[in-house]
């Protein structure tokens, strides 16, 4: 999924001229905390709804950000989250390679795209192991979960302290005791265990209370 598939049609951006007053309803409309500036059809920046509210006598034009940041209308679901998350953002222009404005899309559209992903949906259990870099093989874990009949749907590592990896699985089945006794065989520390069908439910609530509480 790329960011043309993830534009959304609720985010009209600012003119320079706008009060901010009313940028503050656009933003309410539009369910965001952050909008792009545009003027003739080029990106100048961006403002949040907390300067907004602070200065709501002052044009968009006077205390906007003048933060040019976009992403190209191509770029992949995975590194739109990381761009926005590098950069602490809450909404991210669409832009060509002109600077040219094609839309916007937003951290709760992002959400909501990740929720609906295929392999996230699939039933299963999730087996989180901890372990030092140098003990990672993602050929390795395969390995230990296809030979006992699993296959893997997902995949999320992350660093934690005492530098180690914290790897999650996602894997497509929930009768998972044997690839569990496996990878305890091959001495791998299992950090947790969840089955899908105990968790769904609330995962779905909470991702519904992080995007409007996002939105808010």
């Known amino acids: 999924m790329t960011a043309e598939e993830l534009i959304s049609d609720q985010i ?9 007053d009313a940028a503050i309803s656009f933003m309410h ?3 965001v905390v952050e909008m792009p500036v545009v003027e003739s059809g080029k990106l100048l920046g961006y403002l949040h709804i907390s300067k907004a509210e602070k200065t709501q006598n002052k044009t968009v034009g006077q205390v906007m950000e003048n933060k040019l940041l976009f992403i190209p209308a191509n770029t992949h679901l995975f590194d739109i989250t990381r761009i926005m998350y590098d950069t602490n953002s809450t909404t991210i222009a669409v832009c060509d390679d002109q600077q040219n404005y094609i839309g916007a899309v937003s ?22 192991l901890e372990m030092f870099p140098r003990d990672y093989s993602l ?7 296809e030979s006992n009949d ?12 005492n530098n180690k990896l914290e790897v999650s699985l996602k894997l497509n089945s929930v009768e998972i005791k044997t690839v569990l006794h496996t990878f305890e065989r091959y001495k791998y ?14 995962l ?9 509480y996002i939105n808010t």
Do not use: M
């Open 12 to 20: 009209i951006p600012l003119k320079c001229g706008d009060l901010c």
């Open 29 to 31: 409309d539009a369910k």
């Open 107 to 128: 951290l709760a559209d992002l959400l909501k795209a990740y929720s609906k992903n295929t392999a996230n949906s699939l039933p299963g259990a999730i087996i989180t």
């Open 139 to 145: 050929t390795e874990i395969a390995r230990i979960s």
């Open 150 to 161: 699993f296959k893997i749907t997902g995949l999320f590592i992350r660093n934690i302290e």
């Open 189 to 202: 520390n299992i950090k947790s265990v969840h089955q899908l069908s105990e968790v769904a439910d609330n």
């Open 204 to 212: 779905n609530q909470r991702l519904d209370w992080l995007i409007k």
